[in-house]
């Protein structure tokens, strides 16, 4: 199977919680359309310098990372990220790797919305089960 993409948008939930209680615009949340790496083997979300300098996400923590080359991060965590795909969204947060690295949309958030990669089509899809909402399992 070849790489799969996704057309995302990324929306700082901090800007929202500010839009509802009407201290800014709706034009003033910040919302960014990506075309993002859907990496499985990643469990965060993951963006890079660049997206977290236009987006201002809240840095919450430190953590270390391991990378596919095995190489160990410490990276910022930064949210709260609401991420959407189709009818699908998810609150989540995201590791900032360095410089232009390709941003990962990782398991955690792919389980949250409840997507599925087709293997035929390699793409990313909502779960055909559940076309109109998203199912968690919580057990």
Do not use: W
Not at 17 to 31: C, S, T
Not at 99 to 121: F, K, N, S, T, Y
């Amino acid at each position: 199977m070849g790489l799969i993409y996704a057309d995302i948008e990324l929306t700082n939930s901090d800007d929202l919680a500010l839009a509802r209680r009407h201290v800014i615009g709706e034009e003033e949340v910040r919302r960014m359309p990506l075309n993002i790496l859907v990496d499985t083997g990643a469990l965060l979300l993951a963006i890079n310098e660049s997206i977290q300098e236009q987006m201002q996400f809240t840095v919450l923590e430190r953590k270390k990372a391991q990378l596919a080359d095995g190489r160990i991060l410490e990276c910022d965590v930064v949210g709260p990220i609401e991420v959407r795909f189709k009818n699908r969204r998810s609150i989540t947060s995201a590791m900032v790797l360095p410089g232009d690295c390709e941003p990962l949309l990782g398991a955690i958030p792919l389980e949250d919305m409840d997507v599925l990669i087709h293997p035929q089509r390699q793409e990313l899809i909502v779960n055909p089960d559940h076309p109109y909402y998203a199912q968690l399992k919580m057990k």
